[in-house]
């Protein structure tokens, strides 16, 4: 009785935060790992769990569920004609490539800078959603490599640190090279895969042998959270994408924003 007690309003909490997450992963591209990591980080400390690993094991379990969500994201946007193929292509190995490394940096990164990177990119992102048109530099994204790279892996490697997927980061840097938003959106949903999948395998690795991690965990990645979360988000995401062409996304939009704000600044008084 005292388990169920305890681990009871875990499993409603992530059951609740899984069935936003999976909406906003299809109907605006942000990947649902914004919403999910700092409501793991907020329910682990409710059930007393050592908070030195809370942040890393948040961010390593989204990052799990989302290459599922991902998926079936992806799919069904590609079967809209909005997924980039020539983006994916010149991108993918850079972002893949830079979120293994964020992955398997993150057992050297204290949870206070990991806290910090997530507040920091929320407040960015939830600004960036209030802008009533997105910020545009440039009428086509850049031919030079060194460019494409350094694009690719800040995001690859930002969003595996901050367990997120391809849209948080992918969608406003598409945009911001006039890439229209319905492709922006579904480019960036594929893009999350490759940024979730090695990022995941990353965690893996430098999660191994770590003290103080709680049972069936692989890693930093808790295996109980991802089976809950996965059926949920998997089912909501290609519901939240057919949404995306059908509902005027703006009242969405900054409803969001406002939660950002307030994560960002509960993450921002808890580590300063």
């Known amino acids: 009785m005292e388990l169920f007690a305890t681990y009871a309003p875990l499993a409603l909490g992530l059951v609740m935060a899984s069935v936003v997450a999976g909406l906003l992963a299809g109907f605006l591209g942000v990947g649902g790992g914004i919403v999910l990591v700092p409501v793991m980080v907020w329910m682990f400390g409710f059930i007393q769990f050592p908070a030195e690993?809370?942040?890393?094991?948040?961010?390593a379990t989204s990052l799990a569920t989302i290459i599922f969500t991902a998926v079936s994201s992806a799919r069904a946007?590609?079967?809209k004609g909005y997924v980039l193929g020539p983006i994916l292509k010149?991108?993918?190995?850079f972002v893949a490539l830079s979120a293994l490394a964020g992955g398997l940096l993150a057992r050297y990164?204290?949870?206070?800078?990991?806290?910090?990177?997530f507040?920091?990119?929320a407040v960015l992102v939830s600004i960036n959603f209030l802008r009533s048109s997105p910020l545009v530099i440039a009428d086509q994204l850049p031919t030079r490599l060194s460019a494409n790279a350094a694009i690719a892996g800040g995001i690859g490697l930002t969003s595996s640190l901050m367990g997120i997927g391809g849209g948080t980061l992918g969608v406003p840097v598409l945009?911001?090279?006039?890439?229209?938003?319905?492709?922006?959106?579904?480019?960036?949903?594929?893009?999350?895969?490759?940024?979730?999948g090695p990022a995941a395998i990353g965690f893996l690795v430098s999660g191994a042998g770590v003290a103080g991690r709680p049972p069936f965990s692989l890693?930093?990645?808790s295996v109980p959270a991802v089976l809950l979360i996965i059926p949920i988000t998997m089912y909501l995401a290609p519901v939240g994408a057919r949404l995306?062409?059908?509902?005027?996304?703006?009242?969405?939009?900054?409803?969001?924003?406002?939660?950002?704000?307030?994560?960002?600044a509960r993450m921002f008084v808890s580590v300063l």
């Open 175 to 196: 945009s911001a090279y006039s890439v229209p938003v319905k492709k922006a959106v579904g480019t960036s949903a594929a893009m999350g895969l490759l940024i979730a």
């Open 77 to 79: 946007h590609h079967s």
């Open 53 to 59: 690993l809370a942040m890393h094991m948040a961010v």
């Open 119 to 121: 507040a920091v990119v």
């Open 219 to 221: 890693g930093y990645v």
């Open 109 to 117: 990164i204290d949870p206070d800078t990991l806290t910090l990177i």
């Open 244 to 264: 995306a062409h059908k509902v005027e996304p703006a009242w969405v939009k900054r409803g969001f924003a406002a939660f950002l704000a307030l994560t960002a």
């Open 90 to 93: 010149s991108w993918g190995p």
